[in-house]
């Protein structure tokens, strides 16, 4: 059951945990974070992290987009397919600095920003196409950037409490939380 293979990633930070996967963490996490135990802080942190890898992979992908001369449709594709590459790396990188492994630490990364990417490029992008003449500005427009900095700061703002609502049920950052400490 694929619960039970992640039940030690909701461990959150224990002493003495080492990121085995035969560590038996069932029950251990239960109670251990309720809602209430979440800050917004901490979920503003996790939305933050992410968002930085979305918007690197984004803006590479429109400026390559761009500068193949591709349309909309493949250009935002792409921007899609580097924002999630760069969101996962950005969480990997630091699970990776624990010095867990890599099969390990690729699972972690998504499980933990899966749904918290998904929901950003859904906003961000949403915005953007819905916005008149956003898709057809340039990179050298001001609108371009503008319009770019609203739809990010949209989806932070919707991601935020969705990260919140995972950290609180020992899922999404949670799980990246146990090897920072």
Not at 13 to 24: S, V
Not at 62 to 90: E, K
Request: charged share 10%; hydrophobic share 50%.
């Amino acid at each position: 059951m694929q619960h039970d293979a992640h039940a030690h990633d909701m461990h959150h930070g224990h002493e003495g945990h080492d990121g085995h996967e035969g560590h038996d963490a069932h029950g251990a996490h239960t109670g251990h974070t309720g809602p209430g135990k979440v800050s917004w802080s901490m979920a503003a942190q996790a939305t933050l992290h992410c968002l930085t890898g979305c918007a690197i992979g984004e803006v590479l992908g429109m400026v390559i987009g761009t500068a193949l001369g591709w349309g909309n449709v493949q250009t935002m594709i792409l921007a899609i397919v580097l924002a999630f590459f760069f969101g996962y790396a950005f969480t990997l990188r630091g699970v990776l600095k624990a010095g867990v492994g890599f099969r390990t630490a690729f699972r972690v990364a998504l499980a933990a920003d899966t749904l918290s990417i998904t929901v950003m490029e859904l906003i961000d992008n949403g915005v953007l196409a819905l916005w008149p003449g956003a898709m057809d500005a340039h990179l050298a427009d001001a609108m371009f950037w503008g319009v770019l900095a609203f739809a990010l700061f949209a989806a932070f703002l919707i991601t935020t409490p969705v990260n919140k609502w995972m950290i609180g049920r020992g899922k999404g950052h949670a799980v990246v939380h146990q090897y920072h400490h």
